[in-house]
């Protein structure tokens, strides 16, 4: 079965200051990586996603994650954060070819000015 | 854009009603999903379906049926309402391997 850990369920931060959410997984075989999005009162959207090849993936609004399989980890990171980026992030996990996709519990990253 | 549509925003139901929630899609996606969200405890899987016709339970199937007559059409069914079901669905579909597509949710209270 794949599982994945959010290690935090909020962080607060200030505006211009750097940000990581933690994302860890578990799965013994290979697979699809995704982080999402989502503003108050709206539904859920894709950040960035890793399926293969580089293991670094960067999202048009300057976040950012890396996939290490040794740590079996996913986590993003933006190096200067707006007020604008307050939401509720959530890690998501597909082993290939499986159709089930499981997400973590969210974290809800509130950017204060 | 894949559009994924739900057929209400919110939605207000009595205890024991019998309540559908349709959802739609139009990018011919295989994979279709209805979840469950609740505060501290993240998006919970009730059922999927990768095919017209074919259904699996996910982690949260109790009290719930799903419908899948026609590839872009998904409904959940909640057989008898109950207090414990008030919360937000969320529908989503994709390719297989892909990213999902969400919907914009639907909130259910059952009083």
């Known amino acids: 079965a794949q599982s994945v850990t959010q290690l935090d369920s909020q962080v607060p931060v200030f505006e211009e200051a750097p940000v990581e959410l933690r994302c860890n997984y578990s799965?013994?075989?290979?697979?699809?990586l995704f982080w999402y999005v989502q503003y108050p009162n709206q539904g859920l959207q894709l950040l960035l996603k890793?399926?293969?090849?580089?293991?670094l993936v960067e999202s048009i609004n300057g976040f950012e994650a890396e996939f290490n399989k040794s740590q079996t980890s996913f986590h993003l990171r933006k190096p200067s954060v707006h007020i604008s980026d307050t939401a509720e992030y959530f890690c998501?996990?597909?082993?290939?070819?499986?159709?089930?996709?499981?997400f973590g519990k969210g974290t809800l990253l509130t950017v204060n000015p | 854009d894949v559009k994924v549509t739900q057929s209400s925003r919110y939605l207000v139901k009595r205890t024991g009603e019998k309540v559908f929630l349709e959802c739609v899609q139009d990018?011919?996606?295989?994979?279709m999903f209805w979840y469950r969200q609740d505060p501290g405890l993240g998006l919970r899987l009730i059922y999927f379906?990768?095919?017209?016709?074919?259904?699996e339970k996910g982690d949260i199937p109790e009290g719930y049926s799903v419908s899948r007559e026609k590839k872009e059409r998904f409904s959940l069914i909640l057989e008898s309402a109950s207090t414990n079901q008030t919360s937000m669905y969320l529908c989503?579909?994709?390719?297989?391997?892909?990213?999902?597509?969400f919907g914009q949710g639907t909130r259910l209270t059952v009083v």
């Open positions: 989503a579909s994709s390719q297989q391997g892909a990213e999902a597509f």
């Open positions: 799965s013994s075989v290979s697979v699809y």
């Open positions: 890793y399926l293969s090849g580089s293991t």
């Open positions: 998501a996990v597909n082993r290939g070819s499986n159709y089930k996709l499981t």
């Open positions: 990018m011919d996606h295989e994979n």
């Open positions: 379906s990768y095919d017209v016709k074919m259904k």
